[in-house]
């Protein structure tokens, strides 16, 4: 990078009266803090040199008129271009721009302009037009003026265009914000109800408890006298011992099967002759005579009483 004070010494040398002339200076960056300590350099020549861009600090030179920039290669100016307001003459010939900041809608004092031999977009060559002699140069200041503050009002009504739809955009993220926080206090609400009914339902369900058990007792003192009042109550009947008389019969049969087989024994078998058996013989025969006594003694009644 080459700078002015090394090609051709200090820039206060170069200054004549308040115009500065660094052309043809091989310069690939502009000196602008050396720039910035001479304010009288109103006039300003860069023509000739290997710029490519400008350092956006360079717009602080507000003390320029004229600047000439021709023949470069620039390929855009800052975007704060417009800072420069009190700037009256630019020469931008045979440089690589394209397009214009819109902040050149700024240079309300610009009277003198050159855009030849720059690929400019077709909208804005049109409006530049041709820069041979002084009337055209400034009808060309004029209307890039004019068509750079139509462009920046365009981007400002645009700007206000997305700044209204985003706006819009916001309320309605708003809205349905709020919505959504009035749905989920409207649930909460509604939970919060069904839960008040449901613990009031058990509250209700234990006291008709509470109450059903409270009045059970009462019915058992209430039914009390009437049984006195009424006929007695019937004592249960007493309890058959049926297993205990079931055993006597079989006690019973046993017996009599034993006396029965001991008589049959006496009288039929040879133990007949034996002292026991003599002695149940005698009681058989006694207690058969008696016996037929006794119906002899029936039949006779029976006998007087049909008389």
Known sequence: MTKAGNKGGNLRDKLDGNELDLSLSDLNEVPVKELATLPKATIL??????????????????????????KNKLQQLPADFGRLVNLQHLDLLNNRLVTLPVSFAQLKNLKWLDLKDNPLD?????????????????????????????????????????????REAEKKRE??????????????KREKAEEKERRRKEYDALKASKREQEK?????????????????????????????????KLLLLLLLFCVAGGLVACRVTELQQQPLCTSVNTIYDNAVQGLRRHEILQWVLQTDSQQ
Do not use: I, Y
Not at 129 to 135: N, R, T, V
Not at 175 to 188: D, G, H, L, S
């Open 216 to 248: 059970k007792p009462k019915k058992e003192t209430n039914q009390a006298p009437k049984s006195k009042s009424g006929s007695r109550p019937r004592k249960p009947p007493p309890r058959k011992h049926t297993r205990s008389w079931a055993v006597l």
């Open 45 to 70: 020549d860069l023509s000739c040199n290997k710029l490519t861009t400008l350092p956006s600090d360079f717009c602080g030179l507000t003390h320029l008129v004229k600047l000439d920039l021709s």
């Open 175 to 188: 809205a349905k914000q709020r919505a959504k926080e009035a749905q989920e206090r409207e649930v909460r």
């Open 122 to 166: 077709p909208v804005l060559a049109k409006v530049a037009g041709d820069c041979l002699d002084e009337k055209q140069c400034k009808q060309c200041a004029n209307k890039v003026l004019q068509h750079m503050k139509a462009v920046q009002a365009d981007q400002e009504r645009e700007r206000q265009r997305r700044l209204e739809v985003e």
